[in-house]
């Protein structure tokens, strides 16, 4: 330290309330108020700069710390400002008292606690510590290798097949049977988590599953991240960059609307999505494999005579806009399955179910990729309900055998645990 630091030094710091700092921008669902992240980001900011001017010359302080009410609410185009108080120093912890207001209330209040370090050798004890962990840059290089080795599985002699997982026991299981890349269903995540499907999860809570799922496979992981978690081209971006860091290398993104009297996103907008997951992709430096999906036929859109030409519109524009493959969930017959892979000559993605043509006939109508959807994670759990009949009934445990053991799946998911 260049000096001691005086009890009751003090810091402010204001911001002024955009879209991104509110709850609708991490979950559309939930109103556009200040969100909690965020206001104690700006708390820890006045602290921060409350200590700073007695650091010494490569020191800085940071936080150990944090005890904070959330106690109002603001909304879009509140100025907040945060004020940091130094309280107390127990010799090595410095404690401060924080609160933040907007122009008519507080609207949090707490402590952190800081703690001065030197910056070189917090980096040496970091760089240390981690020294088993893949770099910045190889964590890039191998996110590369994956994104062009899935690209390329969409354009090679077999179809590629994607048995949809929605957790790392899914993932870790598919892999073992030999899938050569790994596609995650964002309504399987949903329901396992406890939503139900249409971006009722936040983009925060899907991603996180699905780093777990990129975490416990070796393989390519492409995430189904619905209609990118926001209306703008911007939330897009900011998906795609997330699934990125996620360890995805490609996503799904669909164009149903999830509000609104139309069940599908204007076509100029969905384009603009397009455009800007494109540049994110490109920003990131991982050519992030586009799977760009229509809902027509899912969602029954307009009269059927002219669902198909829809479809082929929407869908060619996408392949326009630089989609890698077309997504047109809701299709099985054979005839139209056929049309649309000689009408859009591009890659096209098949939600295969019961009744749907077989994997080696939608491979000689020209699929490049066929998925399960949610198919795998509903079986699943419409066996869970058979076990609970089975045990309603006192009847045996027949409906548990052949279940994989335990000690299998442990050494199973401790294969690739790291």
């Known amino acids: 330290m260049k000096k001691d630091i005086p009890l009751g030094v003090n810091a402010q710091v204001s911001e002024t309330v955009e879209f991104r700092h509110t709850l609708t921008a991490h979950n559309p669902s939930l109103p556009p108020v200040y969100s909690t992240p965020n206001m104690i980001g700006l708390m820890e900011k006045a602290a921060f700069y409350a200590l700073q001017p007695y650091c010494g ?113 899914s993932a870790r299981i598919l892999e073992e049977a030999g899938a050569g890349a790994i596609a995650s269903s964002s309504a399987g995540v949903a329901f396992s988590l406890g939503y139900p499907d249409g971006q009722k999860i936040s983009r925060t809570e899907m991603l996180s599953q699905v780093a777990r799922i990129a975490r416990a496979v070796k393989v390519p992981v492409t995430a ?58 490109a920003r990131a430096g991982v050519p992030l494999v586009l799977n760009a999906r229509t809902d027509v ?65 939608l491979h000689s109508l020209g699929v490049a990729r066929v998925s399960l959807g949610s198919g795998p994670m509903r079986a699943c759990y419409t066996h869970l309900r058979k076990i609970a009949d089975e045990m309603k009934g006192q009847s045996g445990y027949s409906t548990l055998e052949g279940a994989i053991p335990g000690m299998a799946l442990n050494e199973l998911i401790g294969r690739n645990f790291h």
């Open 297 to 361: 036929y899912l969602k029954q859109v307009g009269p059927p005579e002219k669902r198909y030409d829809e479809t082929v519109r929407r869908l060619a524009v996408y392949r326009d806009a630089g989609a890698d493959c077309v997504f047109a969930p809701g299709v099985q017959d054979a005839a139209t399955i056929s049309r649309l892979v000689q009408d859009l000559q591009c890659p096209l993605n098949i939600l295969a179910m019961p009744g749907s043509p077989s994997i080696r006939e």
């Open 57 to 169: 010359e490569g020191e800085i302080t940071v936080g150990t710390a944090i005890n904070i009410d959330h106690r109002a609410a603001s909304t879009i185009g509140a100025r907040i400002v945060a004020e940091a108080r130094l309280e107390s120093f127990d010799g090595r912890f410095y404690t401060l008292r924080v609160t933040a207001r907007d122009e008519n209330k507080e609207i949090g209040r707490g402590t952190v606690g800081r703690a001065v370090v030197n910056i070189q050798q917090f980096r040496q004890r970091f760089q240390s510590s981690n020294s088993q962990a893949p770099s910045q840059e190889n964590f890039l290089a191998s996110l590369r290798a994956k994104a062009e080795l899935f690209a390329a599985m969409h354009h090679g002699p077999n179809i590629l097949v994607l048995v949809n997982a929605w957790d790392g026991v």
């Open 224 to 281: 189904d991240v619905e209609s990118g978690y926001g209306d703008r081209p911007e939330d897009a971006a900011l998906t795609a960059r997330a699934a990125i860091e996620c360890g995805a290398v490609g996503m799904n993104l669909e164009d149903r609307a999830q509000a609104g009297p139309h069940p599908l996103v204007d076509l100029a907008l969905q384009l603009e999505k397009i455009h800007a997951v494109r540049e994110a992709a």
